[in-house]
């Protein structure tokens, strides 16, 4: 009982009950199509893609802060890579790891400029969404005077970051079950992940006691552009080319992901398991619309709606989490009014 | 024969100006460890400035500070703690949504393990947060992976409190501390600042309660408007005297004028409330 209780209380709980809902509705009205092993196959190649995104820039939410540049810096980072291999011609061996570096370096100047001129974040990389854009844009019609630029993939980066696992399982779910072990690593069992919670909790006070505030807040950037680039050169290896204007939606989509996963928007409590379970959900709906036979338009909304009630869930979920372990008057309190101290409290935060 | 003993801070002269407003003016202070210096002002009067300069947030425009009678510059909050000074700011010093063991070791970790395998000691932590509380009276407290937002406002000063004692404070600085709390909790709060004032740490203490002053003061000083107003000892000045200078002088003598006319005019009855 009190077991169930602590389960319910955990931060990932509303995540995975978002899941099974979103999985059950598409199993009940995509029967029998959306269990099928191909389409399983797609909606975990979603979920496995946004993945990669999603999972760093939860750590970037959960201390604080949010990360509107992951599309300009995906198609960085496939482009570099793209251009040094397909353009120039030049190894994979040159080239994967220069679209990996340049994703990393645009997040640490994103974390440079947030810590340095102490602006939002949200501004901050706003204006690095559009300037990079604007950036690869331009050098790319400058070097290849296209904005599409093909590869012929090295069989072996194909192989590991394009490949297929079994039937249409793509490789690119080894990655997303890799990152989602760093993160989790990182987050629940070292000092850092300590950090992290104290710097979305209040960031003065972690300054205070002690938190390198500055080295946190641009590795985490440079997390989140890892992650990015990562995905963009997965891409690129996956279709055979690299678009100036990809990955866009991959902004919005992660947010989704990581606020459905049951991170707090306003930073200071969230989990990677909660996140895993968000990115599914978004993954379902966006891909089991297609076995209902209605308007793929429609999955916009439930995924509209589901944000809504992920953020109000949130904000419950941390109520009831906040109230827990007060072990002598938790029964009573349940059942009786609200007290004064409590609304007060509730205010507050 | 205080007087005679080397201050563990002194600052001498401090100024710091925010955009060409004077947040504090020539402020000269000495705090001695063993005893409780309760800062004092009225809204906006420089407290949390004077704090944060001595935790390391702000440079002082101009003025000098001193530790152990050595110049000594406190360039960071990092600073502040390798030197003992240890600050619970006003309205923060702890993580509502982290668990307490967390909470408390914030910024010095316990871990074991070596190397990217280096792992936070969650068991470790959490026996020395419950014995810590435990010692400090908060007997609620026996699991370390309670939610530091569950416990009360009182609860989570002491936590703070118990924090800057662990890890060895010479220094602890309490900006009002008890501002939000009721009268128990106060009570408790004040009663850990004397144990730890007997444990030989000195305590800067920023209240708006005369009272809470009062209790614990050993050593009081006023600021009005960025400047030092007043700086004396425990028993030199009436709680008249005190609520006066905090009111900033002529706005409690323009009260009493009040009350006086309102009194004269009423056939000696106080206003009704
Ligand atoms: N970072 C800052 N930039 C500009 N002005 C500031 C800054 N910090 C404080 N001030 C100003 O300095 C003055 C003193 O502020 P401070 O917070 O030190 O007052 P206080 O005595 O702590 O007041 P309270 O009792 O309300 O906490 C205020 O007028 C405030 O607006
Ligand atoms: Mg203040």
């Known amino acids: 009982m009190s077991n169930l209780k602590n389960l319910t209380r955990r931060p990932e709980f509303a995540a995975f009950v978002g899941t099974l809902f979103v999985f059950l509705f598409f199993t009940y009205f995509g029967w029998p199509t959306f269990i099928k092993p191909l389409v399983t196959a797609g909606w975990l190649n979603v979920a496995a893609e946004l993945g990669l995104i999603a999972l760093p820039v939860s750590l970037v939410m959960i201390a604080g802060h949010l990360d509107l540049s992951v599309g300009s810096i995906l198609a960085a980072g496939a482009m570099t890579y793209a251009i040094i291999t397909g353009h120039f011609n030049l190894p994979d061996i040159i080239g994967l790891p220069a679209g990996l570096a340049v994703g990393t370096f645009f997040g640490f100047l994103n974390g440079l400029i947030v810590t340095k001129t102490k602006l939002n974040s949200f501004i901050v990389t706003l204006a690095m969404m559009f300037g990079l854009r604007g950036l690869v844009f331009g050098i790319t019609r400058l070097t290849t005077s296209t904005v599409l630029v093909s590869v012929e993939v090295n069989e072996t980066v194909r192989r590991t970051f394009g490949g297929r696992l079994y039937l249409t399982f793509e490789n690119a779910i080894v990655l997303w079950v890799i990152i989602a072990i760093i993160v989790s690593w990182i987050l629940y069992r070292t000092k850092y992940g300590n950090w992290i919670f104290a710097l979305g909790g209040d960031e003065t006070s972690a300054r205070a006691a002690g938190v390198p505030v500055e080295r946190v807040t641009i590795g985490l950037f440079m997390g989140s552009g890892f992650g990015s680039a990562l995905l963009g050169i997965t891409q690129v290896a996956l279709f055979g080319s690299a678009q100036v204007s990809a990955g866009q939606s991959y902004v919005f989509f992660s947010i989704i992901a990581v606020v459905v996963g049951g991170v707090l928007l306003t930073g200071g409590y969230g989990s990677p398991v909660g996140v895993i379970f968000g990115t599914v959900t978004f993954a379902i709906v966006s891909q089991g619309i297609y076995s209902t036979g209605w308007d793929s338009d429609w999955s916009s909304l439930i995924l509209g709606l589901l944000l809504l009630v992920a953020v109000l869930t949130n904000n419950t979920f941390r109520r009831l989490a906040l109230s827990a372990g007060d072990k002598k008057t938790s029964e009573a309190k349940s059942t009786s009014r609200t007290s004064p101290a409590e609304l007060k409290e509730a205010k507050r935060d | ?273």
């Open chain 2, 1 to 273: 024969m205080t007087e005679k003993r080397i201050p563990y801070i002194s600052i001498e002269n401090v100024t710091k100006v925010f955009g060409g407003y004077v947040a504090l003016n020539e402020v000269s202070l000495e705090i001695h460890q063993g005893e409780v210096l309760c800062l004092l002002g009225d809204n906006g009067a420089g407290k949390s400035t004077l704090i944060k300069v001595l935790s390391g947030f702000h440079q002082p425009s101009s003025g000098i500070i001193r530790i152990e009678g050595r110049e000594q510059p406190i360039r960071s909050p990092r600073d502040a703690a390798d030197l003992g000074i240890s600050t619970v700011h006003q309205f923060g010093g702890t993580f509502p949504l982290m668990t307490l063991e967390r909470s408390f070791f914030v910024g010095r970790e316990p871990t074991k393990g070596w190397g990217p395998f280096e792992v936070f000691d969650s068991k470790t932590a959490g026996e020395i947060v419950v014995r810590e509380m435990q010692a400090m009276g908060i007997t609620r407290v026996t699991d370390g992976k309670r939610l530091v937002g569950s416990l009360s406002g009182g609860e989570r000063q002491v936590s703070a409190i118990a924090r800057a004692v662990y890890f060895g404070a010479k220094v602890m600085i309490l900006d009002e501390p008890t501002a939000a709390l009721g009268v128990k909790e106060a009570a408790h709060v004040l009663r850990i600042v004397m144990e730890a004032k007997r444990r030989g740490l000195a305590v800067v203490l920023v209240t708006h309660n005369v009272t809470h002053a009062m209790t614990v003061g050993d050593h009081f000083a006023v600021l009005i408007h960025g400047a030092k107003a007043a700086d004396f000892r425990r028993g030199e000045k009436t709680r008249e005297e005190i609520t006066d200078l905090m009111a900033g002088g002529e706005a409690m003598a323009e009260l009493e004028a009040e009350l006086e006319s309102y009194r004269s005019s009423h056939d000696g009855h106080p206003p009704q409330r």
